[in-house]
């Protein structure tokens, strides 16, 4: 029977059906082999009646038997063929362990048995399902996204380590969606279900309290086209998150009440939280705390001045100390109570009045503190003058304003006679305190005394008028009665009379009023030799009405300057003069005048005359030329002049004498450099002109030269030609192509157009001459100017010539019978020297 379910090509459908064996693999070939120990994978669910494998028996065995999971299933041919005869269910059983044995003739085991196993491969034939149809479950309002809070599960009989058995959750389904937002999500493998971000910031009890999801399920890892499914229905209810950030607190400052004091609480949505406080702030003393019901105490009392409101954070932690949720602000604000009393400005506020101070006005403002609250009746202050000492020469001298502060003068002027002080005592109440503070209130007197000099005439002084400048000479005293050190006793000391020139100055000691008259420019006995000199002392602060400034308050004294010789005085330090270059020797160039401050004689000589130009009158102080002056050589020409006086002490003074020589057209035009080398190639082949510029010497910082140009000599005027282009230029010219191989001096007149009228004569050389790449090449000999290379083959040509000439004589020796008709210039052109 099972031979003739042997059709041959069934060994082909084997290839598709067997995975290759690992310990049966003989020199036989895949598909046949002797009996050995062997492990084959089949799929599950194909068709059945398959050949496995084709055992070959060895003498003396014959037959095989196979035992063990075959659950009628597997069969052996008694020729060795192992096959199977119905599709194989890996859910069943996944692994057949069998045992071959090979028999003889007999029946009886000559080979094995050895274990063949069979491994059922999985095929995808089992669908995912859900444990559940249907599942519940809620979440809190803004849980944490990606925290599940349900699981779905659903289960599938294929192998799990293959695709066939691994399964992939979806949501296919929320209802409600509004704009197509996901609130939930779920993991594709654990199939926990949680909020999205949108979930966790949107989902609202009070707007939606429920959702329903549908969950799928695919097997193949989700990934196939051809996965089963199954679905499922998940209804969530959105519960209110009770872990908020509580209303703001308020806590009374300095309570008395005993301590902790609950002030608020929080609670985390399920029981089991372990509550506490974070001290964000780092108070040091943190006065707060927290029990495990989540209620939050004040443990101490809490001071407004000192800080007016507390910000701290409460954490729900799970029993691993993973934080539940954000930490929620807790907000603390002191309540002010009036429990501080106003405070003094300080220990002792004074102020000051002026004598003459009138009715009314203000002497100063008087502000207290009170720590409370800041515009609350806790801290807005009342002011009352209680007392005022002494009670001279009344009492209610002074007023306060109710709650300006300001002190005024109530009743009439204050006199420094009557007392120069009071005592004040200003009582500041706030809703329940009064304080007592100090005030004291000098009263300061007025400038109502004049200074008063304790001479009124110093006498005479004698100085000699070179007294050193500033020597103190005098020391001058005024007394004054008003309050010292204040501006109204201060003395001034101005000189009024007898110092116009200002050679005194008067400086005050602070501490005496003591003056002190110093000399700040030189005396002078020949202007002034005695002068009365009046000083006033006076105040820096004005005097008050009715009182004045009276001769008490001037004094004098005469200053009386004696003679000292002194060298004679030029008026000037520098004079200055101007003479035109070309004066005449003798001409009159300057004078200089000294003055004797004591009226001696005085005579004149020059110090510095380096090229001996003037000379000096030692009567007049006259200056005159002594030898012709040229600017371009010295255009600003110093000498110094001395003065001597004579007779006393021969003293002298000097004085600086400065010369500016003004131009003259003294010079002619030139070339503005020389013209050398010039040349022009011979012959000409058309006319050729060159540039030449003339300059002059004198001075040109007035105008630009305007030169006229013209030809030396009338027999020129065939062959050249002199153009001006502008006033320094003119151009050269040929006039015809015929000259000689030679050196042209042309003579150039050349006129400055000045006044007078200055002209000079020029010569520019040009050479004609054979060129060579544009430059002269010049036989040898026909210029004692510049070498070059024209006249070393000049040389050269020389020699050959003195060669020929030699050459030539011995020639004509020869032939010394045939004539001396043919005998040729021995001198050529170019060996003729043409300097003229
Ligand atoms: C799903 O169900 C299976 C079978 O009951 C169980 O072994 C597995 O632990 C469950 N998985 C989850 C995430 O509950
Ligand atoms: C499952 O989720 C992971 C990330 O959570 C993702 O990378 C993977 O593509 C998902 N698989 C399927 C089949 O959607
Ligand atoms: C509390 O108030 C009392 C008077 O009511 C006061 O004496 C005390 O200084 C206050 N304490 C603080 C801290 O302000
Ligand atoms: C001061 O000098 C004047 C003349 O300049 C003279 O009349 C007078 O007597 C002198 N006074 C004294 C005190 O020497
Ligand atoms: C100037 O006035 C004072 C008082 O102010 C008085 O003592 C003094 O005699 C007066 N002097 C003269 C010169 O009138
Ligand atoms: C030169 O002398 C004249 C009179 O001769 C006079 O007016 C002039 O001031 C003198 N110049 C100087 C610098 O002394
Ligand atoms: C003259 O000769 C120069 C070279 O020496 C040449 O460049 C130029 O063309 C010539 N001019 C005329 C008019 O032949
Ligand atoms: C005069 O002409 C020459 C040559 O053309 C030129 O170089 C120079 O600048 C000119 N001078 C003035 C003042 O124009």
Redesign the pocket.
């Known amino acids: 029977m099972a031979s003739a379910l042997l059709p041959s090509l069934c060994v082909l459908t084997l290839f598709w059906l067997v995975e290759g064996t690992t310990s049966g693999y003989g020199k036989e070939g895949k598909f046949s082999g002797p009996l050995k120990p062997m492990t084959f994978s089949i799929f599950e669910g194909q068709e059945p009646s398959q050949i496995i494998f084709q055992f070959k028996a060895n003498s003396p065995a014959v037959t095989f038997e196979l035992t063990g999971e075959t659950d009628g299933i597997f069969m052996i041919e008694r020729d060795g063929l192992l096959y199977y005869t119905k599709a194989l269910d890996r859910e069943t059983r996944a692994v057949h362990h069998l045992q071959l044995a090979a028999l003889n003739s007999q029946g009886a085991v000559v080979e094995g048995p050895v274990p063949i196993i069979i491994e059922v491969k999985d095929i995808n034939d089992n669908r995912p399902m859900f444990l559940q149809t249907k599942y519940e479950g809620s979440v809190r309002q803004n849980s944490r996204p990606g925290k599940p809070f349900l699981y779905v599960n659903a289960t599938d009989l294929d192998d799990p380590n293959t695709l066939n058995g691994q399964l992939s959750y979806q949501i296919a389904l929320q209802l409600p969606t509004i704009n197509n937002v996901m609130y939930f999500q779920i993991d594709n493998k654990t199939g926990g279900i949680s909020l999205t971000r949108e979930g966790s910031q949107e989902l609202d009890p009070a707007k939606n309290p429920s959702y329903n999801l549908v969950i799928s399920v695919k097997d193949m890892g989700g990934q196939s086209e051809n996965s089963f499914s199954d679905t499922t229905s998940v209804d969530v209810t959105v519960r209110e998150n009770i872990w908020k950030a509580p209303e703001p607190v308020e806590v009374t400052e300095n309570s008395t009440d005993p301590h902790p004091i609950k002030i608020t609480q929080v609670q985390w949505n399920d029981p089991g939280a372990q509550y506490s406080l974070l001290n964000k702030e780092k108070l040091p003393q943190f006065p707060f705390s927290i029990d495990q019901e989540g209620n939050i105490y004040v443990t101490q009392p809490l001071d407004r001045e000192e800080k007016d409101s507390h910000v701290f954070y409460a954490t729900a932690k799970d029993e691993n100390g993973n934080s539940l949720a954000r930490p929620l602000e807790i907000y603390v604000k002191v309540i002010d109570i009036n429990d501080n009393p106003p405070t003094c400005p300080s220990e002792m506020t004074v102020f000051e009045v002026q004598e003459n101070e009138r009715v009314g006005n203000s002497i100063g403002v008087f502000t207290a503190h009170d720590m409370d609250e800041p515009n609350t009746y806790n801290s807005i202050l009342k002011y009352r003058l209680s007392e005022q000492t002494p009670r001279v020469p009344s009492d209610g001298l002074f007023l306060i304003q109710e709650y300006e502060g300001r002190v005024q003068l109530g009743k009439q002027s204050l006199k420094k006679q009557d007392t120069p002080q009071y005592s004040l005592t200003i009582e500041v109440s706030d809703k329940d305190f009064k304080t007592l503070c100090s005030v004291q209130v000098n009263v300061i007197d007025i400038n109502d005394q004049i200074p008063i000099f304790e001479v009124s005439d110093y006498g005479n002084l004698t100085l000699p008028e070179d007294t050193a400048i500033g020597s103190t000479i005098l020391v001058i005293q005024a007394t004054d009665a008003d309050e010292p050190f204040t501006g109204s006793s201060k003395i001034l000391y101005k000189v009024v009379q007898g110092d116009a020139d200002g050679r005194l100055e008067v400086t005050t000691d602070p501490q005496t009023n003591a003056g002190y008259v110093k000399i700040i420019k030189s005396l002078d006995f020949e202007t002034e030799p005695v002068t009365s000199i009046v000083f006033q002392a006076e105040n820096p602060e004005p005097l008050v009405d009715n009182v004045v400034y009276n001769a008490s308050s001037f004094a004098s004294f005469k200053l009386i300057v004696t003679d000292v010789n002194e060298e004679p005085e030029f008026p000037l330090r520098i004079f200055q003069a101007k003479v035109s270059e070309d004066a005449a020797v003798g001409t009159k160039v300057g004078n200089v005048t000294a003055r004797d401050p004591e009226g001696l004689a005085v005579r004149y000589s020059l110090s510095g005359d380096k090229r001996g130009w003037l000379k000096i009158d030692s009567v007049t102080g006259e200056i005159f030329s002594a030898a012709p002056l040229d600017r371009e050589t010295e255009s600003l020409y110093r000498v110094q002049v001395v003065a001597t006086e004579i007779g006393g002490s021969s003293l002298s003074s000097r004085a600086d004498f400065h010369l500016a020589l003004t131009d003259v057209n003294d010079n002619p035009p030139r070339l503005a450099k020389e013209y050398t080398g010039l040349f022009f ?1 011979h012959p000409l ?2 006319t050729r002109s060159l540039i030449f510029e003339a300059t002059d010497d004198d001075q040109q910082s007035y105008w630009r030269p305007q030169f006229t140009f013209a030809l030396g000599s009338e027999s020129l005027r065939n062959d050249w030609e002199v153009s001006k282009i502008n006033g320094t230029h003119a151009r050269l010219s040929t006039k015809h192509t015929r000259f000689e191989e030679r050196v042209y001096e042309i003579p150039i007149l050349l006129n400055d157009g000045g006044r007078p009228p200055m002209e000079g004569i020029v010569s520019l050389s040009v050479t004609f001459c054979q ?1 060579e790449e544009k430059s002269c090449f010049r036989p040898a000999g026909r210029f004692d100017g510049m070498p070059t290379v024209g006249m070393a083959v000049g040389i050269l040509l020389t020699t050959f010539l003195v060669i020929g000439i030699i050459l030539a004589v011995v020639f004509i020796r020869m032939k010394k019978d045939t004539g001396k008709d043919n005998v040729e210039n021995p001198q050529s052109p170019e060996a003729r020297p043409l300097r003229s």
């Open positions: 190639c082949n058309g060129c």
